[in-house]
């Protein structure tokens, strides 16, 4: 059987336990899972596109899973998927008002390249509240983000918004 594999695009800024969930889950679908960052400067990231892939490393790492890679990419998802030789994209669906901008993205993807899947996936439900913008402004407050991100991603969240706070 040819060896199946996936794209889970994203900011990842920074990388949740949601986003784990996610990946856990397409890990076992696919013989080999690609979670690609993108720099996305228009989104105006908090982290460097360099930070967001040393926190997924440092927050996959203890889980074992060797079918997963990460890596970065600025092109055309599409693009970067075929040069891949993907077969698919893995997005995570939350609740409706995910639904029409990952419908109309889905769409215009599969318009643009018709051999590309993508393939959504529900998180657990206690994740479907979750977003690294959501955790971001708890951080900000100095709540407690323990149960949201992996201690590497509350230590480097703690860092970068401790040094601005300072600024
Ligand atoms: P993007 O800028 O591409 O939306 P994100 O890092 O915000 O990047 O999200 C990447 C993917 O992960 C999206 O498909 C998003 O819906 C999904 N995602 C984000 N947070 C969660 C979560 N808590 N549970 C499941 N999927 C999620």
Redesign the pocket.
Known sequence: MKEKTAI??????P?????I??IQRAAKIFHRLIVAV?H?PG?EPLFSVEERVDMIRQSLSPLGLKNVEVETFSSLLIAYAKSKGATAIV????AVS?FEY?FQMALMNRKLEDSVETLF???SEQ??????RIVKEIAYYGGDIECLVTPPVARMLREKLGARNRE
Do not use: C, Q, V, W
């Open positions: 889970y695009p994203g900011t990842f800024d990388i949740t336990r949601g986003h969930d996610i993108a996305n989104k997005r995570g669906l939350r995910d990952e996936l529900m998180p994740y479907t509240y979750l977003s690294s």
